[in-house]
């Protein structure tokens, strides 16, 4: 995203969180409401000093909070060059043009399916490093043995090669690694259609749901995730736990949608969808390592709340909801919690709060905090406004996630 899109997507978050309307704003700073919608949807640029300085006045932010672009990850995430190497080897193809030229032999079905376990387990532990060195090797492996397995067993390994992928593509969505995950969702969704399995293709929309939000396509995704759903629905049994699991993990993933395009609405419409969904499932679930249930639910809830600038709602539903409820191993979804409580202080500009639940964030998931992109903003807008006598773990926090 450039910076005229991103200093539009600031002022549109800034004025909604305000409850101002455009006429209203546009009033406020002496500029047409044509105007301020083109400068929101990235169409004009802001460059004129007596503009900003009126716009940071009725939004009540600085110049600095208006204008500043996104932080850098000054801390790479090592392993994406290796798995972008293993995705680009194109394993097993020497064998799809000429079935005599055999380029080795496929790992056991049994190795595959414990080591896909091992790296979702991983990933929803927040090991993102460790999911990352074991990616690579499960990336080439499963392709070479959908190729060259033999044809009883070829959709086992497509169906290996879609989890591979799937685990992939989120694991590079979390780490910053917009583009080269969605190269890993959209090979998922071709692994299950070779696999013949529909559930295995609505997981890899979830996947890819995600990843065109974080590549600022929530349109494309709120369609895709919307169609998949949909899709999902006629195709299965109701009393299917499994296939409803995935159904209300796709209704979250339109909440995501919606929640960045800022439309409550159809937040509020995917949320009661996805709230049916998991008191009619009762239990949590993990199917395909999707974590739906209603604490999830819960969850998405908050983040959408603190996406479009409710920090009151996203602080009273954060609150309430008890963390240990959800299962051990989901480490990521507790950190998040507290990320996004972390965020909603900030925007109340309780600055000690917010930085005392990255605090807790970060026991919980070093990883999380150091390599997911809204963390480090959120400690670089922190220290721009640094107050050490009230923040004094501050400066150390953002130093351990690479920031200063």
């Known amino acids: ?21 455009q006429s209203v704003l546009a009033g406020l700073i002496g500029r047409s409401e044509s105007w301020l919608s083109q400068v929101e949807r990235g169409q004009r640029s802001v460059d004129n000093h007596s503009v900003i300085n009126a716009l940071v006045g009725a939004l009540g932010l600085t110049v600095d909070e208006l204008t500043m672009r996104k932080t850098e990850a000054a801390t790479r995430y090592q392993a994406a060059s290796e798995i972008r190497r293993a995705m680009m080897g194109y394993d097993g193809l020497a064998s799809l043009i000429d079935p005599r030229h055999v380029e ?128 999902l629905g006629l195709s299965t049994k109701k009393s299917d736990p ?36 998991a008191a009619i499932i009762g239990d949590d679930r993990n199917d395909f390592w999707t974590a739906f249930g209603l604490a999830n639910v819960i969850i998405h809830e908050v983040s959408a709340a603190v996406e479009y600038g409710d920090a009151r709602q996203a602080i009273s539903r954060g609150e309430s909801l008890n963390i240990a409820v959800l299962a051990p191993g989901l480490v990521g979804r507790r950190a998040q919690i507290h990320l996004d409580l972390a965020r909603a202080y900030a925007l109340q500009r309780k600055d000690a709060a917010s930085v005392n639940m990255l605090l807790q964030a970060e026991r919980l998931s070093s990883q999380l905090v150091r390599y997911g992109t809204r963390p480090r903003d959120l400690l670089t807008q922190l220290l721009k406004r640094e107050h050490r006598a009230s923040t004094p773990e501050l400066r150390g926090l953002a130093r351990r996630a690479g920031i200063t």
């Open 242 to 277: 499994r296939a409803l699991s995935i159904i209300g993990a796709l209704h979250l993933g339109a909440v995501t949608a919606a929640a960045s395009r800022y439309d409550h609405a159809a937040v509020a419409s995917f949320l009661a969808k996805a709230r049916n969904i």
């Open 104 to 231: 080795g032999a496929p790992e056991s079905l049994a190795w595959l399916r414990h080591e896909v376990r091992k790296v979702n387990w991983l990933y929803q532990a927040t090991r993102y490093d460790e999911t990352g060195r074991r990616l690579p090797r499960l990336i080439v492996a499963t392709e070479l043995g959908s190729r060259h397995a033999p044809a009883a067993q070829r959709r086992a390994y497509h169906t290996l090669r879609a989890l591979t992928y799937h685990c992939t593509a989120t694991t590079l969505r979390r780490v910053g690694e917009a583009e080269l995950a969605w190269m890993a969702a959209d090979r998922s969704l071709s692994a299950a259609q070779d696999a013949e399995r529909s559930l295995l293709a609505a997981v890899s929309a979830y996947r890819l749901g995600y990843v065109f939000v974080r590549l600022g396509e929530a349109d494309k995704a709120m369609h895709l995730v919307q169609r998949a759903a949909d899709a």
């Open 1 to 21: 995203m450039d910076a005229r899109n991103e200093i539009g997507q600031r002022i549109a978050r800034a004025r909604r969180r305000r409850g101002l309307s």
